[in-house]
């Protein structure tokens, strides 16, 4: 199963940029990386995703490394409504299930 | 903005009864899955489903449950003899393709006494 390794927790100051790792050396060349979090007591929410290239949506960024091992997703700004469990997941080619992890607790102070 | 939609949003049962639960996905995907997350774990895949049979499955999604897409717009996650450690968040997902993102509902909170 594809195995993601990211931080328990961190903290942000509210207004200031949130940079989240998350370490996948099993990737391979074909497997996207997927970002979601999960705000308390609701659904997994889907925040972005990316092959090779750095790409950026209205709610963030990801960076990916050369070597696509690691990736962090970035928040410009945080708010205190950033304030969720974020999971980087990747599925395997040929399988159609994303395997989360524990994913990392954002807090965001104000 | 689609939404995928689950119902209902709570369901308290009986140890042994049948629940099913149920989910309208977004309306132009085709694939679509069930998750669970029992209180204060993780979340965890059990099923995936595309052109009216199961594409994939975990081991926790044994005899027991079952998927189905009655209709066109509804998908069914039925469990037939409840038990106690089956109380969880049930999520439904769907999307476009298997390399697409899923959307995922708001859960069905089932309580088994």
């Known amino acids: 199963d594809a195995k993601t390794t990211q931080p328990n927790s961190m903290e942000s100051n509210e207004e200031e940029p949130v940079h989240l790792p998350c370490n996948h050396s099993?990737?391979?060349?074909?497997?996207?990386i997927h970002w979601y979090r999960q705000l308390p007591s609701q659904g997994p929410e889907y925040v972005i995703h990316?092959?090779?290239s750095n790409v950026n949506n209205r709610m963030a960024s990801l960076a990916i490394a050369e070597d696509r091992k690691s990736s962090t997703l970035i928040l410009h700004r945080a708010t205190l409504r950033d304030a969720a469990v974020y999971y980087c997941i990747y599925s395997t080619s040929g399988t159609y299930k994303y395997i989360f992890g524990t994913g990392t607790r954002l807090k965001v102070l104000a | 903005e689609p939404e995928v939609t689950q119902t209902p949003s709570h369901q308290v049962t009986q140890m042994g009864q049948e629940v099913i639960l149920r989910c309208v996905p977004i309306s132009n995907h085709l694939y679509f899955y069930w998750y669970r997350q029992i209180l204060g774990q993780k979340v965890e895949f059990l099923v995936s489903f595309y052109n009216n049979e199961i594409s994939e499955k975990s081991e926790i999604f044994d005899d027991q449950f079952s998927v189905e897409r009655p209709d066109g717009s509804n998908f069914t996650l039925k469990i037939r003899s409840t038990k106690l450690e089956d109380s969880a968040m049930y999520f439904c997902?769907?999307?476009?393709?298997?390399?697409?993102?899923?959307?995922f509902g708001p859960g069905t909170r089932l309580t088994v006494l």
């Open positions: 997902a769907s999307s476009e393709s298997p390399y697409n993102e899923q959307f």
């Open positions: 099993t990737i391979s060349g074909t497997d996207y």
């Open positions: 990316g092959l090779t």
